[in-house]
């Protein structure tokens, strides 16, 4: 049973940068999985920030930015504001029809 | 402008069904491929089902057998029947667009989604 994995937290200071990572359980992402990453804040629908690894959403900030680093998609957000904190999701289409949804990872800026 | 709204959620006992609904505008149903992503209270996204342009549809291993995707284009509305639940289909459930590109491959990615409507399986 593949699983895709995400940080379940992490803590960034106002203007701070913070790469939050996107895994899986075995073996390694590549493009080739169209990572996108999804902005959520409770009680709120998902908002789409990135897909296709690194293309930025209509209307997302140029602060926030997606790559692969080794193994793993990553987002990156570069001077953090305090209305980046959110919930972060990534998920991955892992062909077939499927696609694999990461845990999440809760974002504090502080 | 691209809308989407669900409708259909409700409390419902343990082996009961439900219809959800996504009614959409500004857009065409057929012509992108449609998901449904669901949350359950406190958890994280889980991707449910999805129904392409050509209508091949696909399902997590968590509902196969147990939901089923469909759209009617004269409606431009999604649905997903969703027989025999359980406890944990409790969940809020979004409908989500997926886009084309211009030279007609999927971008494998999530652009609009609906606000969700709630889903409690309880007794």
């Known amino acids: 049973q593949t699983v895709v994995t995400q940080e379940p937290s992490f803590s960034v200071s106002p203007g701070g940068t913070i790469t939050l990572t996107c895994g899986l359980s075995?073996?390694?992402?590549?493009?080739?999985?169209?990572p996108s990453w999804y902005q959520q804040t409770p009680g709120q629908a998902p908002r789409t920030l990135i897909y296709?690894?690194?293309t930025r959403s209509s209307g997302v900030p140029d602060r926030f930015s997606g790559s692969i680093l080794g193994n793993k998609a990553a987002l990156t957000i570069t001077g953090a504001q305090a209305d980046d904190e959110s919930d972060y999701y990534c998920v991955l289409y892992m062909g077939s029809g499927i696609w694999l949804f990461g845990g999440g990872t809760k974002l504090t800026v502080l | 402008e691209v809308q989407l709204v669900e409708s259909g959620g409700g409390l419902i006992q343990p082996g009961g069904s439900l219809r959800l609904s996504c009614a959409a505008s500004g857009f065409t149903v057929s012509s992108n491929y449609m998901s449904w992503v669901r949350q359950a209270p406190g958890k994280g996204l889980e991707w449910v089902s999805v129904i392409y342009r050509g209508g091949g549809t696909y399902y997590a291993d968590s509902v196969k057998g147990r939901f089923t995707i469909s759209r009617d284009n004269s409606k431009n509305t999604l649905y997903l029947q969703m027989n025999s639940l359980r406890a944990e289909d409790t969940a809020v459930y979004y409908c989500?667009?997926?886009?084309?590109?211009?030279?007609?491959?999927?971008?494998?990615?999530?652009?609009?989604w609906g606000q969700g409507t709630l889903v409690t399986v309880s007794s």
């Open positions: 296709n690894t690194n």
């Open positions: 075995s073996g390694s992402v590549s493009t080739n999985y169209y």
């Open positions: 989500a667009r997926g886009p084309y590109s211009g030279s007609g491959s999927a971008l494998y990615y999530f652009d609009y």
